[in-house]
């Protein structure tokens, strides 16, 4: 099954691949058409397509085209502008052929039509509450017709996810639904055939823009905290850089308060990047148990924990990691473990709310093995490696590997210049965003790892491998606000061997 919003998500990152959604939008009309020929043959069929305003209704367009090229005599009844952008194609297309395709509005029909096949193309998987005029106008004359009865994708009227009737809904012989069946259709008994449109797989294996358009808007009365609240704790008494990185990358991902916990010292230096930080003073000169309790307030105020970026591997760093992990999971928090922090749980059973981040030389720390060789055979290992360790497991590199133990997800979006320190940090900070907002964790993390890649890329455009971290920091908003256009400045690259 697919919903309709894991379907807007394919036709967005097939464009993205290169098969546009026009192509879709042509095969899937010539899928019905194909259809109802094996059903009732075309050569002097009688058919009425009832179209809408939208994609299906670009279906049912395209139908009508093939449909007269197959000798049968069409009639097209429009509810009014045609407005989907590849709709309006194939509405030109069809101006010139008033030979074979009479075009009516709606507005000019007050009685059933009659013919062989009258096939539904007005309201598809973007419909929303109530059914009203033209459509319930349509869909009730649609239903007192005569002829064999074709929905093209869903049955207009029907909430393709839930099933719900929105109004009067169009009671079929046929359903012809693309590349799989939609949810909505099991409520009813339906006959239903399913066909294959040209998605590519790889639509649904890599990462892509239609993954970030299906973020949630934030609404007009959202209050503070709404963007998630998250908590950074690394730095030593050496290191003060990475996690201030992790946080400055939080906040521009959307997160609307962002804690860093560090050792007093580095704290002060931290305080000093951004006044838009909030820096809390850990006592001692690196982390250790006495810091445990310290953060315990400041755990369950956040939405989400970042645990690990330059926090060193002194004795007493050791000793207290841990107990301070442990805690986490217990309250129930997201947390992102990298860096250090990843190295000192080597081996470790985490939960399905940790997300572990490692580089091939951290992921053999962890693991206690060598990411293998072969892409494909790397795949397979990282989706063993997660069901291990019953977490989210995020192998940076070339291409990267994200699975659960379950599926897997791939990124290609990076870049030469992505080998700067400090890359790593932002996309750790990224990923907490998007688990402080509520997305499951192989979800923000998959999103996370495009996102970082894709801010690389546009650094990268500007700066050539000159790019620091920080460079890619402030990219992160134009991925965010524009992911198509990102997405199109990648650096094409084939990855998978083996």
């Known amino acids: 099954m697919i919903t309709s919003s894991q379907m807007r998500i394919l036709e967005a990152n097939s464009e993205a691949l290169g098969v546009s959604t026009l192509q879709l939008m042509e095969s899937a009309g010539r899928s019905v058409a194909d259809e109802i020929e094996r059903e009732m043959g075309t050569t002097s069929l009688k058919a009425v397509i009832f179209v809408g305003h939208g994609g299906k209704g670009g279906d049912g367009l395209v139908t009508a085209r ?3 090229d197959r000798g049968a005599e069409v009639t097209v009844i429009t509810m009014g502008e045609i407005k989907h952008r590849d709709a309006q194609v194939n509405y030109m297309a069809l101006t010139d052929m008033d030979f074979s395709v009479r075009v009516m509005s709606i507005d000019n029909l007050d009685s059933p039509v009659k013919g062989d096949v009258l096939i539904d193309a007005m309201l598809g998987t973007g419909v929303r509450g109530k059914i009203r005029y033209p459509f319930n106008h349509a869909i009730s004359l649609f239903n007192a017709s005569k002829g064999f009865k074709v929905s093209i994708d869903v049955p207009s009227g029907i909430d393709p996810d839930s099933g719900e009737a929105l109004g009067e809904f169009v009671s079929p012989d046929l359903v012809v ?20 449109i040209g998605i590519p797989p790889e639509a649904s294996i890599y990462v892509g823009p239609g993954d970030l ?3 949630k808007q934030r609404e ?6 709404a963007g998630g609240r998250v908590l950074v704790v ?31 010292k580095t704290a002060e230096a931290i305080s000093g990047y951004s006044p838009d930080l909030i820096a809390i003073k850990l006592s001692g000169r690196n982390f ?15 939405n989400a924990v970042v645990f690990g970026p330059g926090l060193g591997l002194e004795e007493e760093t050791v000793k207290a990691t841990p107990t301070f992990v442990e805690m986490v999971m217990k309250l129930g928090k997201p947390l992102v473990l990298d860096a250090d922090g990843l190295k000192i749980m080597k081996g ?4 399905k709310n940790v997300v572990v981040t490692p580089h091939p030389g951290e992921f053999k720390i962890f693991f206690g093995e060598e990411p293998r060789e072969s892409e494909r055979e790397r795949i397979n290992q990282v989706m063993e490696k997660a069901r291990d360790c019953n977490c989210v497991v995020l192998l940076k590199g070339y291409l990267d590997i994200i699975s659960d133990g379950y599926a897997f997800r791939l990124n290609k979006a990076g870049n030469p210049g992505m080998t700067a320190g400090g890359t790593g940090d932002t996309l750790t900070g990224i990923i907490a965003t998007f688990m402080a907002q509520g997305y499951p964790p192989f979800t923000s993390a998959s999103l996370g790892a495009l996102v970082n890649s894709l801010s690389g890329t546009l650094a990268y455009r500007e700066l050539g491998a000159h790019l620091t971290a920080s460079d890619v920091v402030s990219k992160i908003p134009h991925v965010l606000n524009d992911p198509v256009s990102a997405f199109r400045e990648r650096v094409y690259r084939r990855v998978i061997s083996g």
Not at 236 to 245: D, R
Not at 348 to 351: D, T, V
């Open 234 to 264: 690394g730095g030593s008494s050496t290191f003060s850089g990475a996690p201030a990185l992790s946080a400055m990358a939080s906040l521009r991902t959307g997160a609307d308060l962002v804690y860093v916990a560090s050792p007093e």
């Open 66 to 68: 093939h449909l007269a």
């Open 177 to 196: 639904t693309f590349h799989d069946v939609k949810p909505g259709l099991l409520k009813y008994n339906f006959r239903y055939v399913v066909k294959k």
């Open 213 to 215: 358009l299906s973020l």
């Open 288 to 302: 250790n148990e006495g810091n445990i309790r310290e953060l315990q307030q400041w755990v369950e105020k956040a």
């Open 348 to 351: 470790s059973k985490l939960s």
């Open 220 to 225: 007009m009365k959202s209050r503070k905290g």
